[in-house]
């Protein structure tokens, strides 16, 4: 089975080659919130010892509904036109697991939808276009959408900037991927035994002179020396410190109690495109593919696993655990406290 990570990853966006490497991050003060509840997490299934960490972490992400209610999801902003089509690309997930997905208010018979003034979730799910709440595009991971103590009902859980006003060439695969992280699913760069890590090019090539463009991107010297994934992520337009380039792209450390994961898988749509240069060895990297736009056979392996069918023995051994875990960790922290360490 293909990797399905249960642990916090923040997001990237899609890396065009025409255009500076655009990396994209679930919003600072949620990923610490984020980080703090994994803490908690840890230790509330090691003082039980009923559970092994993998399980914990595993059932902490896992929708707990699935099969027996629907994941609900409601728009802020967008027309009927586009909630439709994005509704059509999602439900090729529930193709692969007994998981469904619920758009309509059964109140107005229209899509769902929340708001800014929101004191209550209104969904599980919560899709915004507008940026507001972190720009680009990004999801929280699984349950972590209606979690109240780490993001508020008036938030969106998952971003698609820009879908309301003009769809990218390739809306479709980010739909697919955003959504697959909404589920539990994890970014494949980063798997434990991947190896990207040796594929990446972290350094400046030898002898480089920091060189930016009137944007303030990091591009080649006169010489033709080439800047390494730390100094292209330290310009336009990221502008990150090491410390964030390495949480959002090196690989987790290999745990097999923290993790859930199988081979390596290229194809997974939870995999971004990354440019040629971001290789040492460009296109013949291990870790180097086309854009993936489809939900590859991995991703549907792991959907299989984490969502079997209703009245399965896999899923009266899953809800078990998931109740004995929730007993394990008690009442939540309060998550929105936490300040983003600066």
């Not at 720009?135 to 820009?162: C, F, H, K, M, R």
């Not at 739909?175 to 972290?202: N, T």
Request: hydrophobic share 40%.
């Amino acid at each position: 089975m293909r990797l399905l990570l249960i642990l916090f990853v923040p997001l990237l966006l899609w890396g065009q080659a025409s255009t500076p490497a655009f990396v994209e991050a679930i919003p600072d003060h949620i990923q610490a919130r984020m980080q703090v509840k994994a803490r908690a997490a840890a230790n509330a299934a090691i003082a039980g010892q009923a559970l092994t960490m993998q399980s914990f972490i595993f059932l902490s992400k896992r929708w707990t509904g699935p099969p027996s209610r629907a994941i609900t999801v409601a728009f802020n902003g967008g027309t009927d036109d586009l909630r439709k089509s994005i509704a059509n690309v999602v439900s090729e997930w529930s193709k692969y697991g007994d998981v469904k997905f619920d758009y309509m208010d059964p109140a107005t018979g229209h899509y769902r939808e929340w708001t800014r003034s929101d004191t209550t979730f209104q969904a599980d799910v919560r899709v915004a276009f507008d940026g507001i709440d972190g720009p680009g595009y990004w999801s929280l991971i699984g349950v972590d959408s209606a979690d109240a103590t780490i993001i508020a009902a008036n938030q969106a859980s998952l971003e698609l900037q820009g879908f309301a006003d003009n769809l990218p060439a390739d809306w479709a695969g980010t739909v697919r991927h955003e959504f697959g992280h909404a589920l539990g699913l994890m970014h494949e760069h980063q798997m434990p035994v991947g190896g990207c890590d040796q594929d990446f090019k972290w350094q400046d090539d030898p002898g480089y002179v920091p060189t930016q463009d009137l944007n303030g991107a990091y591009t080649g010297d006169t010489q033709g020396h080439k800047p390494g994934i730390y100094t292209v992520l330290a310009g336009y337009p990221n502008f990150w410190p090491q410390s964030k380039v390495d949480a959002n792209m090196k690989q987790l450390t290999v745990d097999s109690s923290n993790y859930d994961f199988g081979p390596f898988d290229a194809m997974s749509i939870m995999k971004y495109y990354f440019d040629p240069s971001f290789f040492v060895s460009g296109t013949m990297a291990h870790c180097y593919s086309s854009e993936n736009t489809v939900i590859s056979m991995g991703d549907q392996a792991g959907i299989r696993k984490w969502y079997p069918n209703t009245g399965s023995n896999e899923l009266q051994d899953l809800l078990k655990q998931q109740n004995s875990m929730l007993q394990l960790l008690g009442k939540s922290h309060q998550m929105q406290n936490v300040k983003v360490s600066k």
